[in-house]
């Protein structure tokens, strides 16, 4: 999930400035996270207590209502504080750029795909909302068990229908603001596959313009478990977080779940290290 988040705060400064280049700074003193940091470590929060629909109704609830500013859509607000948190049939990204801890928990690929239809269902329970969910969900497994980029091209394309043919140069000239998993999945995992590096990434899917918070969180939470994630990045990124945020990461990497992880807990501990590194450092 380290990467989704990252992803999130680079691009929260481009959402609704877009820019279509690949050069600039990967950090600036205005970035902030939003809803999709928020709703990814609500995730987190949710499979620590068990995993299940209860839980990430739960989860979801508790932690829109203590950041109710973290730029949600209009319906997901109002579920926020309903009494009933009924699903409403969503097909937006949301599903998707929250999903990634789900990748990280499951012992399986199938057991990722169910638990990201889980925790996607109790708000964005449309076909394409849970679709994009599993989608990204997969492509992450995929990935932190070694897969080669063209088997998890293939396998997405194959089993989610998602067409990974464009490239981003054919991609990123018409491409506009959309909140549609449909529309924003595909077009993030293809940000991955032309990577070179988690940076690269990152990169490539905030250049593309259109939501590129979410953009970057679905394509950093790929890129995360494919490539090493510097130190100076995670440290610089924790800047950008407060304490309640930072201790569900530190629970997430302190308990023994079948996590691959990459980086240590001591990334994101406030010490010399995360001083001394500034923002250029990490960009």
């Known amino acids: 999930m380290l990467g989704a988040i990252i992803g999130d ?13 690949k050069e600039f700074p990967l950090f600036r003193e205005d970035c902030f996270f939003t809803d999709d940091t928020v709703m990814t470590i609500a995730t987190a929060d949710a499979l620590l207590h068990g995993g299940e629909a209860d839980d990430f109704v739960a989860a ?27 699903p409403y049939n969503s097909w937006g ?7 990634s801890p789900c990748a990280w928990f499951a012992k399986s690929l199938e057991e990722a795909e169910t638990i990201a239809a889980r925790s996607a269902a109790v708000t964005h329970n449309h076909p394409e909302g849970i679709k994009g969910a599993q989608a990204t969900a997969a492509a992450i497994y995929l990935a932190r068990t070694g897969k080669t980029k063209p088997e998890i091209k293939n396998y997405i394309e194959t089993t989610y229908g998602y067409d990974l043919s464009k490239t981003l140069d ?10 549609s998993c449909q529309d924003t999945v595909p077009q993030a995992i293809i940000a991955f596959l032309e990577s070179e590096d988690f940076k690269d990434a990152i990169r490539n899917a905030i250049s593309l313009g259109g939501d590129s918070d979410t953009l970057a969180a679905i394509t950093g939470s790929i890129a995360e478990a494919a490539y090493p994630v510097s130190s100076a990045i995670i440290t610089t ?9 930072s201790a569900v990461i530190s629970s997430w990497l302190d308990n023994e779940l079948p996590l691959g992880v990459q980086v240590k807990k001591s990334d994101w501990e406030i010490n010399e290290f995360s001083k001394i590194h500034t923002l250029q450092e990490a960009s």
């Open 60 to 86: 979801y609830s508790k932690w829109g209502q203590l950041y109710p500013n973290a730029s949600y859509g209009a319906r997901f607000s109002n579920w926020i504080y309903s009494d009933k948190h009924e």
């Open 170 to 179: 054919e991609i990123r000239p018409t491409y506009r603001f959309n909140e």
């Open 9 to 21: 705060i680079v691009g929260s400064v481009y959402e609704w400035n877009n820019i279509k280049t």
């Open 93 to 99: 990204n949301g599903s998707a750029m929250r999903v």
């Open 237 to 245: 990124a924790f800047r950008f977080l407060d304490d309640k945020l």
